[in-house]
């Protein structure tokens, strides 16, 4: 390195020859300037401090004669000055080293805010020595660097080789340096800020929506919900097609999202698509996409719901509702995972899990050939059959409950809905299902001004007296949610768990439904202690509801 | 003589008599830290055992449902179709078909009341901090054999959780465990486990577990909570279930699990626990 640049002002005047008369100040400058467009370049590379301080102090060991470079920041937690990368040759040493401002030669720097050059670091009484990398006999020269503002959060410090006329320059050269460090500090912080702030926001809202979707929202205690429970349990694990097969407004949606929002891509997108709703062709474009100029109209590329879902889940509705020649294109993609888009060459490959649904008899259909067969058996791997409501009866009240709070929520306002609407509801078959009952209690809650909402109020908002099925003189007691058969009629709910007549089960689920499934109160209820209520919980085989 | 027992006075150990005291007790603490964490130790292999069952048996149900649901559908059709054109009752295939398929639907309930019994957690406020500790103590001897360093942030006001003091205990060390098994795996860049656990957004405690192992791939990301699926090619061989059996602690608690790469190279498991 000496024989290509002079140090000391006798070699300056030995080398003092050429057309600029001051060749070996050129040479600095020129040399100077080159290693500012390196380090400018190094820090505009990555916004990670790390990575790039790394690269810099790398560069100005190597070439810039600035040996030993060291990037100290202000920590805001303990108030210590940590060294954020030191350079390292063969030599490593220990990085746990911090600085209280105002200590030692470092933290002087930050608490006077001025710049420090010392010709030879060992005639400087604040120098502790702390790090060993420092020739005593050199000289060292630190820089405070600013984000903007008049306080410093930090450090920059190196060791020039030698104490010469040029250190001036050298130190100029230090504080450029450390203000390029400054600005990239301030923009790496910057972006870092944004990015936590949008992560935070983006899981909170990923949380509220999982909550939203969750099993609280599926309303059954009968057997048939239990099971279908059990199932989104199962097949949300895997990565498995599912096909949801059931009666229009049985809740085949709310199924559908119970199963991705408790599966390990909850965080990935879930898409939602009916398939009824869009002609074969329109379909085509939506799902697989479509290249530039692929049709009339198509100006510009687009992705379609299988390359946007990649990762995720995607739910396709009324699945029985598509063209043979369709199905055959989406049986490739379900084996494959592959497709082309509309108009284009390229083979796209995506992992999407499908969950179909339809209120189609497929098995007909495959005999009367409008569905492929094949296709068939690949959407049955995993099949759940939503019971209709008339089939679970038992929930309707609870149903009916909990839809009217939502109704509540919506306006903003007290409804109570009262048991004499809950038996004439239970007396209706119910042919749409729950969406039916839902549109019911939302009449209902419309019809009734005071926000109570009995008998008179819902049979006024629509159910016809002739459709009503059941004999009224005994309707199901509605807090008893067990089979009908089990039940005599003409009891009443109010007092079974006091029946002698009644077996030990029936009372014991009785009172548990009086207190809400809260056990210690329906030991009051039995007059039992907690202990014997858990105790015949268990023996009788009565499932609390889990999930 | 006044002031050498003032001088005396500061001595911890006054007597020789108080100092074999001190030292009784210290060694009692010793002995009960012991028993505890070995009592720890046994009671979360046994729910960890349990869990592992649970998800095994789980997980051959739901593989063994998959060709019954296909073969269902199939014997559906064969009777829609065949059977009710031909008078003489079903043809050998069907026959052979719904034989199968009995013989499969009772494999399969055998195979469900063998699933161990679901037990009622006692649910407690649990402090995670003091299951985090309990975890590297009992993971120590795999922590320190495999030469790994182990960095824990630990916030200090950090709320309570709602859950087990067991069950937490068998998901953080599953998360430990398969952060040590990354790091063995060829293609870490250095050995450091780092341990975070501070209150997270949405009042829920937050725990990170970040190990420098080679990462996982984008392409498994979704698979790797499946139960049977491993990503560790590296002996010996594991049965796939760790994260899945954690997956399913994380739901019962009510939580979420994240599973992310690093800036720095490796991945960082992320469990969000509602706090109380």
């Known amino acids: ?547 | 003589m006044p002031e050498p027992l003032a001088n005396r006075a500061h001595v911890p150990f006054y007597t020789a008599e108080c100092a074999s005291r001190c030292q009784l007790v210290e060694f009692q603490k010793q002995e009960y830290e012991k028993a505890r964490l070995n009592a720890i130790r046994a009671r979360m292999a046994e729910m960890e055992m349990e869990y592992r069952t649970r998800e095994v048996i789980d997980g051959a149900l739901y593989l063994l449902q998959k060709p019954l649901n296909v073969m269902t559908a199939l014997s559906n059709n064969l009777q829609r179709g065949n059977c009710s054109k031909s008078a003489s009752g079903c043809p050998p295939m069907g026959c052979a078909l719904d034989e199968a398929l009995d013989s499969g639907r009772e494999a399969a309930r055998t195979l469900r009341l063998s699933l161990p019994d679901e037990k009622d957690f006692l649910h407690a406020p649990v402090n995670i901090n003091e299951a985090i500790r309990d975890c590297l103590i009992v993971s120590a001897d795999r922590i320190d054999a495999s030469g790994i360093e182990v960095d824990w942030h630990a916030s200090s006001s950090l709320p309570m959780i709602f859950s087990d003091d067991i069950v937490i205990r068998v998901l953080l060390r599953i998360i430990l465990d398969n952060a040590i098994n990354a790091i063995n795996e060829h293609g870490a860049n250095s050995r450091e486990v780092s341990v975070i656990s501070r209150v997270g957004a949405d009042h829920t405690v937050e725990v990170c577990i970040h190990d420098s192992g080679p990462g996982i791939a984008r392409s498994a990301r979704a698979k790797i909570f499946e139960p049977f699926y491993t990503a560790w090619k590296s002996r010996p061989h594991h049965a796939g279930m760790g994260l899945a059996i954690a997956r399913q602690i994380v739901s019962d608690l009510h939580g979420d699990i994240d599973i992310r790469e690093s800036v720095t190279g490796g991945s960082i498991v992320c469990i969000n626990l509602p706090a109380c």
């Open chain 1, 1 to 547: 390195m000496n024989t290509q640049c002079p140090t000391t002002p006798e070699e300056v005047i030995e080398q003092d020859e050429g057309l600029c008369p001051r060749p070996v100040f050129c040479a600095f400058y020129r040399r100077e300037l080159e290693t500012l467009y390196k380090v400018s370049q190094l820090l505009g590379r990555s916004l990670n401090l790390h990575v790039s301080a790394k690269e810099v102090l790398k560069l100005l060991h190597e070439e810039g004669r600035l040996h030993y470079g060291m990037i100290c920041l202000l920590d805001n937690d303990t108030g210590l000055l940590k060294i954020i990368d030191i350079h390292q040759d063969e030599a490593t040493f220990t990085q746990n080293v911090s600085y209280l401002p105002g200590e030692g030669i470092v933290g002087s720097i930050l608490s006077e805010k001025e710049m420090i050059i010392v010709p030879r670091i060992s005639d400087e009484p604040r120098f502790l020595d702390r790090l060993g990398v420092y020739d005593p006999k050199r000289p060292f020269i630190g820089a405070p660097i600013f984000l903007g503002t008049d306080e410093p959060v930090g450090v920059f410090a190196a060791q020039p080789y030698f104490a010469d006329k040029f250190l001036e320059d050298n130190a100029k050269l230090m504080r450029m340096i450390a203000s390029l460090i400054g600005q990239a500090i301030l923009l790496s912080n910057n972006v870092q800020e944004q990015q936590d702030r949008l992560r935070e926001e983006r899981d909170s809202l990923r949380r509220s929506v999982k909550r939203q979707h969750g099993f609280e929202n599926i309303i059954g205690e009968t057997d048939a919900m239990r099971l279908i429970f059990d199932q989104v349990r199962m097949v949300a694990k895997w990565n498995t097609t599912v096909l949801i097969r059931g009666e229009s407004g049985t809740g085949k949606e709310l199924i559908a999202n119970a199963i991705h929002y408790n599966s390990p891509r909850a965080n990935q997108p879930y898409l939602k698509l009916n398939c009824a709703a869009l002609p074969d062709n329109l379909l085509e474009s939506e799902l697989f996409g479509h290249e530039k100029g692929a049709f009339t109209g198509a100006t510009s590329m687009r992705k379609g719901r299988f390359e946007q879902a990649d990762g995720g889940t995607l739910f396709l509705d009324e699945i029985g509702e598509i063209t043979p020649a369709f199905q055959s294109k989406l049986l490739r993609v379900l084996q494959e995972g592959e497709f082309e888009r509309v108009g284009g060459n390229k083979t796209h490959k995506v992992d999407v899990r499908i969950i179909a649904a339809t209120n189609k008899d497929l098995e007909a259909a495959v005999e009367r050939g409008d569905f492929r067969e094949d296709l068939y058996y690949r959407l049955n791997v995993m099949a759940i059959n939503m019971p209709s409501l008339h089939e679970r009866m038992d929930d309707v009240p609870e149903l009916a409950r909990f839809l009217i709070s939502k109704i509540a929520r919506q306006q903003g306002r007290q409804l109570t809905l009262k048991d004499s609407a809950i038996r004439l509801l239970m007396r209706h078959s119910w042919p749409g299902n729950v969406r039916e009952l839902e549109n019911c209690m939302e009449r209902a809650a419309v019809m009734s001004p005071d926000g109570i909402i009995d008998r008179d109020v819902v049979s006024l908002s629509g159910l016809p007296e002739k459709t009503l099925v059941g004999v009224p003189a005994h309707p199901l007691p509605p807090v008893l949610k067990t089979r009908q058969e089990e039940t005599p009629p003409g009891r009443t709910a109010e007092k079974a768990w006091q029946d002698e007549e009644l077996d030990e089960r029936e009372r014991v689920i009785a009172a548990l439904e009086e207190a809400g499934w809260v056990q210690a109160k329906a030991a009051r209820l039995l007059d039992m202690t907690p202990r014997q209520i858990a105790y015949r919980i268990k023996i009788l085989g009565i499932s609390v509801r889990r999930i």
